[in-house]
């Protein structure tokens, strides 16, 4: 059982080029969630899903975009590639409303935009 | 004001003591509260809970204080094991999305 794997864990990106972060899942988690770690701001949400087919916004949306086709996985897009998107992300999935059971993270990906 | 501030420490202690930390949150309408611990460049990992009767495991407890908007984690008899950041985790409105401290760092000296 993997739990919840993220793809790529490094990444260098030049300033403008895109890229998308891989979130797997094989726990049948209904709820994923994709964040952003930096140093002194806790972990920011980006965006979320409840289910298959859906996405919504989290507290840091602009600049990224995100899909989720398929329950076990979540996708998150840079589509031009900022500094200010230098950070750790981090997915999480929960198998539903995270109220009583909390999230189960990925273990990251770090990434830098030069 | 943020919605969950937390101490950031560092919290330096001897193996054997009692440690706690406090969170405060804005959302008096939270009806969700966790601790989380993250070891130095991993991922959060779940470590409790918090209810509104105060719950225990292990050497951790922690307690919830409605009126006053914060909830505790209290550590005893401290392991080196026990060394990681500590964060506080609180449910938003729609309830979907939960915020995070920026964690308070405990070190557990020999």
């Known amino acids: 059982n993997a739990g919840v794997t993220q793809t790529p864990k490094f990444r260098v990106l030049k300033t403008g080029q895109s890229m998308t972060l891989l979130c797997a899942q094989d726990m049948n988690h209904e709820y994923m969630y994709w964040y952003r770690q930096d140093p002194g701001m806790g972990l920011r949400l980006i965006h979320y899903?409840?289910?298959?087919?859906?996405?919504a916004k989290g507290e840091v949306p602009d600049g990224y975009n995100v899909s989720r086709l398929k329950k076990q996985n979540f996708l998150l897009g840079l589509e031009s590639a900022a500094p200010s998107q230098t950070s750790v992300y981090f997915c999480?999935?929960?198998?539903?409303?995270?109220?009583?059971?909390?999230?189960?993270f990925g273990s990251g990906t770090r990434l830098t935009v030069v | 004001r943020k919605e969950v501030e937390q101490d950031p420490g560092p919290f330096n202690v001897p193996e054997g003591a009692t440690v706690a930390f406090n969170c405060t949150y804005s959302?008096?309408?939270?009806?969700?509260f966790f601790w989380y611990r993250q070891d130095c460049r991993k991922e959060p990992k779940l470590l409790m809970s918090?209810?509104?009767s105060g719950n225990e495991d292990g050497r951790f407890t922690a307690q919830l204080n409605r009126a006053s908007q914060y909830i505790s984690l209290l550590i005893r008899d401290s392991k080196l094991s026990d060394s990681a950041t500590y964060l506080c985790v609180v449910n938003s409105n729609t309830g979907n999305q939960f915020y995070f401290g920026t964690g308070t760092s405990l070190t557990v000296i020999p």
């Open positions: 918090v209810y509104s």
């Open positions: 999480a999935s929960s198998y539903s409303s995270p109220l009583s059971y909390g999230y189960t």
């Open positions: 959302n008096s309408a939270s009806q969700s």
């Open positions: 899903s409840v289910g298959e087919g859906t996405t």
